[in-house]
Every structure is written in structure tokens, then in C-alpha cells.
């Protein structure tokens, strides 16, 4: 039986480079024709690098630029800490251009301007080609009909805007990657392979709605630290938006198909781990396939696996979306970069089987 991935982000190329070198037949289907940059991402852990390693994209082609450090920002305070090894930040552009590449030489078969449409009865309707096999689903925070996943009362939204590269943004953010929070919400700000920034923002539905539009947002957040980064932005740029963000779920059963990355474990993004799911599921599910192990029992397998990592930066998520309360925690400055560290190494994830 053919595998079939659905999706040629960073979990759904993990998945085929891992079966291509199997040899194990499979056809990765991916809606884009050029490769983008996507909203989500960017933030790449040591523990991810050493996995992107492994899947042959070397750390050094995506960026010379090392993040050494973790800073945050609530309400006038700021708290920095070591991070327990370097990372980096790079485009989503180019990591899933190195990671499709990766695909390319090991032999995957990936056909492009591929849209899938539904997903009914372990089989995907591609552009309305209906395809079976084993189906991995692979389209990162973008549901399909059929495999859609659950919301709540006031669900996570995510906002980004870029910064183009200057000496101002090298200052102030430097080898370091920020959390700048505010009610209901946090901002993270890093420095890509080329110098620009991202400027991701996560928050709650109602903080949004109250503010009017996102451009009213960032014109509401974008004062002290913040709003010396903002300063470059002027009205005309984009602003991306991503809805319905499912932070802090897992998928239990895999309904007939093996979830990947956002699709089967949705962290908060503060952890910077979300790169790191996304590729260790794909590893893992396509090594089970290969195993003969099926989709639901991989998944439940998968969701014990991220657990740990996925409801403790959910549980830090409800903490810093509260300024006051984040404030306090951040009072006890000799405590909180210890506790920093902590969290950092809790939320991340190997790229092994469980």
C-alpha cells in the first residue's frame, strides 16, 4: 500500500524523507507551487537542529546567526536567561525549501498545486482525485473538512509581521530570542538567517475583537520595549493571520490516518518547539508505518510521547497571559532565569521513538 502525506511542511517532508530511504512506496502532495512563509515556525531548538541534522539539512546553510538567550518582558520588568544550547531562527521559506531538497535527494516522489479537498474513510480527495492508502496528515495549522480539530470559548489567533533588517533591530534584539506579553497575548520577536525579524504574536479571539483590527493591536501593544521594535513598522505592511489555533491539544486516535505537527500536537508557541513536533512526528509515524504499526495505535503512542512537553507550555501559556500574575513570577529575578531553563529543557522533544 502506497503511503500518502498530505502536506510538504517540515513534518510532511520528515515523513518522506524517512520512507524514501526505506524505498517504501509513497507520493507527497503539497498545495503550493513556490514554497512560502508560512505564519508559524521559525524557531529552531538545539534539539530540533540536531534532528534536521539527521535528516540531512546542515544548521550552518539555514543561518550563521547563533540565539544564546531567552528574554521577557511583562509590564516594565525584564528577565533574560541563558538558553541551555544554541538555536536559531530562520524563515520558514528557507527551512521547508532545505527540508523539500533533503526530500528531493533522497528520492521522495512529491507533486506540487496539489490541493486535498476532504479527508473520508482513509481516503483524501486531492483536486477531486480520490486517493487511498496510509494517509498522513501533514497541513500543519490548516484543517481539512473531515479532520477538523476541536476550539474553545475564546480561541488562540496568530498574528506576524516582519521587520526588515537595521542596525536599531541587531541592538535591541541581538542574539536573543524575546516574549513581550500583554494581556491576553504575548509577542515573540528573533532575528532571521538574513537579519530581519519576525514579530509573532499569539492571543486570545476577544483581545483582538476588542481592539478593533490588528493594526489597532499592535498600535495598542507597541509601547516600551515592544514598541521600539515596532518602530520600523509602518501601515502598509501585511500583516499575516492565522485563526483557531488549538493550543495545549493532542489527538488521541488518529481516525484512520497518522496526524503530523500541528495536526496531532498543537504547543504553545512561547515553548519554541513547535518546529521540533512537527519533525519528530513525522519520523516517528513514518517509522511506524514501516514497523507495520497503524495509525491509531501510533497516535496514542505519539500523544503519551508529547505530552509533558505540550501541557506544560500550555500551563506557562495561562500564566503569561495574565500580566499581573506574570509580573509577580518575574519579581523573584534570581529565581525566574532558573526557572526559565527549566521550562526550556521540560518542553522540548527528541526525534527518536517512543
Known amino acids: 500500500m502506497r503511503a500518502l502525506i498530505l502536506g510538504g511542511g517540515p513534518a510532511g517532508a520528515a515523513a518522506a524523507i524517512t520512507l524514501a530511504r526505506a524505498g517504501a512506496p509513497h507520493l507527497l502532495v503539497e498545495r503550493t507551487r513556490e514554497t512560502g512563509d508560512a505564519l508559524c515556525g521559525g524557531f529552531l531548538s538545539w534539539r530540533t537542529l540536531e534532528t534536521l541534522g539527521r535528516l540531512g539539512v546542515t544548521p550552518d546553510t539555514l543561518s550563521k546567526r547563533l540565539i544564546g538567550r531567552v528574554r521577557l518582558f511583562a509590564g516594565g520588568r525584564c528577565v533574560e536567561a541563558p538558553l541551555p544550547r ?188 513547535g518546529m521540533g513536533i512537527a519533525l519528530a512526528s513525522g519520523i516517528d509515524a513514518a517509522a511506524a508505518y514501516l514497523s507495520g504499526m497503524d495509525a491509531d495505535r501510533w497516535q496514542r503512542r505519539f500523544a503519551r510521547r508529547s505530552r509533558r512537553p505540550v501541557l506544560l507550555a500550555d500551563a506557562v501559556r495561562h500564566l503569561l497571559e495574565r500580566p499581573a500574575i506574570a509580573r509577580r513570577a518575574l519579581a523573584g529575578t534570581r529565581i525566574a532565569p532558573q526557572l526559565i531553563q527549566v521550562i526550556a529543557r521540560a518542553t522540548r522533544i527528541g526525534a527518536g521513538a517512543s
Not at 490516518?257 to 518547539?273: F, K, N, P
Request: net charge neutral; hydrophobic share 45%; proline share 5%.
Open 86 to 273: 544554541p538555536a536559531r531562527a530562520v524563515s520558514r521559506r528557507t527551512l521547508d525549501t532545505a527540508l523539500l531538497a533533503a526530500a528531493a535527494r533522497a528520492g521522495a516522489a512529491v507533486e506540487r498545486g496539489a490541493m486535498v479537498r476532504t479527508i473520508e474513510r482513509g481516503a483524501a480527495d486531492v483536486d477531486g482525485a480520490q486517493l487511498a492508502g496510509a494517509l498522513f496528515l501533514a497541513t500543519g495549522k490548516h484543517d481539512v473538512r473531515g479532520a477538523g480539530r476541536p476550539l474553545d470559548g475564546d480561541p488562540s489567533l496568530g498574528l506576524r509581521v516582519r521587520l526588515a533588517p537595521s542596525p536599531t533591530l541587531d541592538l535591541l534584539v541581538g542574539d536573543a530570542v524575546e516574549l513581550h506579553l500583554f494581556d491576553r497575548g504575548y509577542a515573540g520577536v528573533a532575528l532571521q538567517e538574513d537579519g530581519s525579524a519576525n514579530v509573532c504574536l499569539a492571543l486570545r479571539r476577544s483581545r483582538l475583537r476588542e481592539a478593533g483590527s490588528p493594526l489597532a493591536l499592535l498600535r495598542e501593544i507597541g509601547t516600551g520595549p515592544l514598541g521600539e521594535r515596532l518602530a520600523t513598522l509602518v501601515d502598509a505592511k501585511p500583516i499575516d493571520a492565522v485563526a483557531n489555533v488549538p493550543y495545549g491539544w493532542r489527538a488521541q486516535a488518529g481516525d484512520g490516518c497518522y496526524r503530523l505537527g500541528d495536526q496531532g500536537a498543537v504547543i504553545a508557541s512561547l515553548a519554541g518547539e
